[in-house]
């Protein structure tokens, strides 16, 4: 058996519990909402929180991320020089232990920031963050992939949430 990352397989136990934990929606408690346009509420899972699913369901060696690149979409500043706004886009590429892997873009942006130093700096987190969920999704709903789905996700959201 290879130690190199990417090529140590599941066991044929760890790949079945794997796979039937992926199809599950994820609990409240992963859960949080935020204003979304027109009034909308929109549900979501935390950066920090799918991270900590990936960590239970692949284990903390299971699984890694890198980037695979990143682009500046736009940078502004105000006439007078006194703040930034800026736009980044993050292709992140999440791999198991096994070699299975997932691809996904996030996007990070900030207005009217007092630095470029301060603006790329949560820009480029924000977009790496973002592309990290979206990679991890595409593996199953109870990595976030169930909220996608307004109806069930806003369901989920109304249960009563244990603690975490």
């Known amino acids: 058996m290879s130690n190199l990352f990417g090529q140590r397989p599941f066991s044929a136990e760890e790949r079945a519990h794997i ?9 409240p408690e992963y859960l949080s909402q935020r204003a979304g346009p027109g009034g909308s509420k929109l549900v979501y899972i935390s950066g920090s929180r799918v991270i900590s699913l990936a960590n239970e369901i692949f284990g903390f060696d299971g699984w890694s991320h890198s980037i695979v690149s ?24 999440v791999t198991l ?16 920031a007092r630095s470029k130093g301060a603006a790329f700096d949560k820009a480029k ?11 991890l999704r595409s593996f199953g709903n109870v990595m976030g992939n ?14 009563q949430k244990l603690p975490v």
């Open 146 to 159: 169930c909220t996608y789905n307004n109806e069930l996700a806003q369901r989920i959201f109304k249960m």
């Open 70 to 93: 990143t682009e500046i979409d736009f940078v502004d500043t105000s006439r007078d020089g006194t703040s930034v706004s800026l736009g980044i886009s993050t292709v992140v590429r």
């Open 97 to 112: 232990r096994d070699g299975t892997s997932h691809e996904d873009v996030g996007y990070g942006s900030i207005e009217n």
């Open 125 to 135: 987190k924000e977009s790496v963050t973002d592309a990290i969920k979206r990679a």
């Open 19 to 27: 796979s039937s934990t992926l199809r599950k929606a994820v609990g």
